[in-house]
C-alpha cells in the first residue's frame, strides 16, 4: 500500500517522467508472478498439497518419495516462487522426516537446491524479472534461450539434488 501511495505522489508530481516509467515496466511480468502466487494458494486452500503429502507418504519408499518431492519442487519452481515451493515441498516431506526415514537436513537441502536451481526459467519470478530487463529487440531469442537452459535445469537439477541426499546412505 505504501509503494501505490509512493508511486500515485511520484506520478502527480512528475506526470511525464512517471508515464516514461510506466512504458518500461513488463507489465506481462507482473501479471505472471501475480498469478503464480495466487496459484499456489489455490493449490494449498484446495487441500492439494495435503493429498500429495498422503499420497507419498503411503509409498513406503521414502527415497523415491523424496525424488518426486524434488522433481516437483523443481517443476512448480518454475513457474513460481522458489521460496513458497521449498514451504509447501518441506509440508509435504513431514511424514517422511518426523519417522525419520529421511535425514532431516539431507532432505530439507535436496528440496531447497531442487527448488532454487530451476530460478533460471522464465516464468519463475527470478527468471522473469531478468527477461524484463532485457531490451525489447532481444527478449523473443533471450526468452527462447532460458526455456531451453531451464528444461534441462528442470530435468537434471532435482535428480542431483536427490543424490546428494541417496549418496551419503
Same mark, same amino acid.
Given at each position: ?7 500515485? =505522489? ?5 506526470? =511525464?517522467?512517471?508515464?516514461?516509467? &510506466?512504458?518500461? @515496466? ?9 498469478? +503464480? @502466487? ?20 503411503? +509409498?513406503?519408499?521414502? /527415497? ?7 522433481? &516437483? ?10 521460496? $513458497? ?6 509440508? +509435504?516431506?513431514? #511424514?517422511? &522426516? ?16 531442487? $527448488? ?5 526459467? #522464465? ?5 522473469? /524479472?531478468?527477461?524484463?530487463?532485457? %531490451?525489447?529487440?532481444?527478449? %523473443? ?12 535445469? =528442470?530435468?537434471?537439477? #532435482?535428480?542431483?539434488?536427490? !543424490?546428494?541426499?541417496? !549418496?551419503?546412505?
Amino acid at each position: 500500500m505504501v509503494s501505490l501511495t509512493i508511486g500515485g =505522489v511520484l506520478a502527480i508530481m512528475k506526470p =511525464v517522467e512517471s508515464r516514461k516509467a &510506466l512504458d518500461n @515496466v513488463s507489465w506481462a511480468t507482473i501479471v505472471l508472478v501475480g498469478g +503464480m @502466487v495466487t496459484y499456489i494458494e489455490v493449490l494449498q486452500a484446495a487441500g492439494t498439497v495435503d493429498w500429495i503429502s498422503d499420497k507419498m507418504s503411503s +509409498m513406503g519408499a521414502p /527415497m523415491i518419495g523424496l525424488l518426486l518431492l524434488c522433481y &516437483l519442487s523443481g517443476v512448480v519452481s518454475a513457474l513460481a516462487s522458489s521460496i $513458497a515451493t521449498i514451504g509447501i515441498a518441506i509440508t +509435504m516431506a513431514a #511424514p517422511f &522426516l518426523v519417522n525419520g526415514d529421511l535425514p532431516v537436513a539431507g532432505a530439507a537441502a535436496a528440496i531447497a537446491v531442487a $527448488a532454487t536451481v530451476v530460478d533460471v526459467s #522464465p516464468f519463475s519470478t527470478n527468471g522473469a /524479472m531478468v527477461l524484463a530487463n532485457v %531490451d525489447a529487440e532481444h527478449r %523473443d531469442k533471450f526468452f527462447r534461450q532460458m526455456l531451453v537452459y531451464s528444461g534441462v535445469v =528442470v530435468a537434471v537439477g #532435482p535428480l542431483a539434488a536427490w !543424490l546428494m541426499v541417496l !549418496l551419503p546412505f
